[in-house]
């Protein structure tokens, strides 16, 4: 079992920066699971940003933030971070952590099944 918890929200104009950190408690090891954030906007489905790897050396993102996000993670911490640059309206949602059962690859495709454990989630506001 693996409890995520999202911080580091808030509201920033279009262009600005934000980073989020994604903290995780439970007995089951950190270090075992691929890592995504995902992020659902008003009146849309929850879609994928960005995901990573159990030991950090694989990454993918989205179309929609490629370039512009980073993910990045610290196993002994057992943490998750989400920078965000050149933030754009788009971005808009609530940004929600979650843990993939590792089965040789990752991915941010929710039809497989197997984000087994998330977080409650951080908004997020942009702004012109």
């Known amino acids: 079992q693996l409890y995520p918890v999202e911080s580091g929200g808030g509201a920033v104009q279009a262009g600005g920066s934000l980073r989020l950190s994604c903290a995780v408690s439970g007995y089951s090891p950190y270090s075992a699971y691929c890592m995504a954030w995902f992020r659902q906007a008003p009146g849309k489905e929850r879609e994928g940003v960005a995901s990573?790897?159990?030991?950090?050396?694989?990454?993918y993102y989205a179309d929609a933030v490629q370039g512009r996000f980073t993910i990045s993670r610290d196993n002994d911490a057992r943490t998750l971070s989400l920078q965000m640059n050149k933030l754009q309206l788009e971005d808009t949602g609530i940004y929600f952590c979650?843990?993939?059962?590792?089965?040789?690859?990752?991915?941010?495709?929710?039809?497989?099944?197997?984000?087994?454990?998330w977080g409650q989630g951080t908004q997020v506001t942009v702004s012109s």
């Open positions: 990573i790897a159990p030991g950090g050396g694989w990454t």
């Open positions: 979650a843990a993939q059962t590792y089965r040789g690859t990752c991915s941010l495709n929710l039809e497989r099944g197997d984000f087994a454990f």
